[in-house]
């Protein structure tokens, strides 16, 4: 039925007018939105073939041992926490436990720390590689730290050698929050297999997209069957020890018998469908990036207007990044005119943001929340929030004319 349709035939004209240079460079495909509509069509829409498919072609790529697919990386997050305090946990944290988190993170790396009773402990971060502070790090580890939260940011990350051997030395649980980072190596291996646990997310704007989505993996197999619980209701419904639950609750219908507490975090076979013909062209994907943001880059700084006006984020030692985006440190002398060059990129048709969101311990919530007991200055996050911004990273190649537009725009916006 939909061998020959095309999005064309369904929707000729294009509705919305987009920027020259926008935020996210719709990489969502023809391709990708027709598995979708083959889904919807099949009427089997909700969790089911679709989404196990593309959990097992998941974890074969970036090489896991488990893989769950779930509405969204943020709720990837907030799984990895829940499980690990988690009563049917051999091993669980307790109330007050400590968990070390960037100053520069997104909010939902973030806020499962606290929903779960725990205490996050912020860090410092590395001037050049935007990722946690080594040093800093471990002069905050105390004897109620428990979990390192790591931030793998933009695509790049930072030593990993070394933060394995903090992670040993004082036998730590890490969550590797891979969502801006999914295909980026370390070593040749893919980031999200150092940890525990590690979460991804397939939102519009990143590597890959299934509109809405992301993905949890871990390494145990207990914690498996935790989350897997924890995703769809508490229920026992689906787990490898599903008989023996049903054996000791014989009175209790077996259709809905829950074994845990629990969410409804379950993504739909749409979503998956979508987001499997996505990963498939994840390489594809990450080769255009790079060479599109190379191009970019070299063509900045060969224009005769360049002045050293911003500073670009390079990958760290042994890391083959899946870049997110192209990521800048402005000039200091550009600092009190940041605010209106960004605007002024924005009305040329670059759209651009902070850094993820900055430095987070700036934001009200940290305040209300009284997350932080006393004044600590967080320098290079300070650094990174004054003077960093983000623009998108086209996924489809791009001209020498685009090109020649796009440096036009860009030097426009800088006033000095």
Same mark, same amino acid.
């Given at each position: 039925m939909?061998?020959?349709?095309?999005l064309k035939k369904l929707f000729p004209k294009k509705n919305s007018k987009q920027k020259f240079y926008p935020l996210n460079g719709a990489s969502l495909r023809d391709i990708d939105l027709i598995e979708g509509i083959k889904t919807i069509i099949s009427r089997q829409v909700t969790m089911s073939k679709k989404t196990k498919n593309f959990e097992n072609i998941f974890k074969k790529k970036i090489k896991m041992k488990h893989a769950l697919m779930l509405n969204s990386g943020s709720s990837a997050n907030l799984l990895a926490f829940q499980c690990l305090i988690n009563p049917y946990r051999k091993k669980r944290l307790r109330v007050g436990d400590e968990v070390i988190v960037p100053a520069v993170c997104w909010s939902t790396?973030?806020?499962? /720390?606290?929903?779960?009773?725990?205490?996050?402990?912020?860090?410092?971060?590395?001037?050049?590689t935007f990722n946690i502070s080594l040093k800093d790090l471990e002069e905050k580890i105390t004897k109620r730290t428990r979990v390192i939260m790591m931030v793998h940011v933009l695509g790049n990350?930072? @030593?990993?050698?070394?933060?394995?051997?903090?992670?040993?030395?004082?036998?730590? /649980?890490l969550i590797e929050d891979t969502c801006e980072s999914l295909g980026s190596k370390y070593r040749k291996k893919f980031l999200g297999n150092f940890g525990e646990f590690s979460t991804f997310s397939f939102y519009f704007s990143h590597q890959i997209s299934s509109v809405e989505g992301g993905m949890i993996c871990c390494k145990s197999n207990q914690d498996l069957e935790i989350i897997k619980s924890l995703r769809s209701h508490g229920w026992a419904r689906g787990l490898k020890n599903q008989k023996k639950i049903e054996l000791r609750n014989k009175k209790i219908d077996k259709r809905f018998l829950f074994y845990n507490s629990g969410f409804n975090l379950r993504p739909t076979d749409i979503q998956a469908s979508i987001g499997a013909s996505q990963f498939r062209s994840l390489d594809k994907f990450i080769k255009i990036r790079k060479a599109n943001r190379k191009k970019i880059i070299d063509n900045l700084k060969k224009d005769k207007k360049w002045d050293n006006q911003v500073f670009f984020l390079m990958a760290n030692n042994n890391v083959k990044p899946s870049w997110f985006g /192209?990521?800048?440190?402005?000039?200091?002398?550009?600092?009190?005119?940041k605010k209106h060059i960004l605007n002024l990129l924005d009305e040329n048709g670059i759209e651009n943001r902070p850094i993820i969101s900055g430095n987070f311990t700036k934001q009200p919530a940290i305040k209300k929340y009284k997350l932080i007991e006393k004044k600590i200055l967080f320098n290079n996050a300070e650094?990174?929030?004054?003077?960093?911004?983000?623009?998108?990273?086209?996924?489809?190649? /791009?001209?020498? @004319?685009?090109?020649?537009?796009?440096? @036009?725009?860009?030097?426009?916006?800088?006033?000095?």
């Open positions: 939909t061998s020959n349709l095309t790396s973030l806020w499962p /720390i606290v929903q779960c009773g725990l205490k996050p402990v912020f860090v410092d971060v590395d001037k050049k990350t930072t @030593n990993m050698d070394a933060l394995m051997e903090i992670k040993k030395k004082h036998n730590l /649980i /192209i990521p800048m440190i402005m000039n200091n002398k550009y600092k009190n005119d650094y990174i929030d004054q003077l960093g911004f983000f623009i998108g990273l086209p996924v489809k190649p /791009i001209s020498k @004319n685009f090109l020649s537009k796009f440096n @036009n725009k860009f030097f426009k916006s800088f006033i000095k």
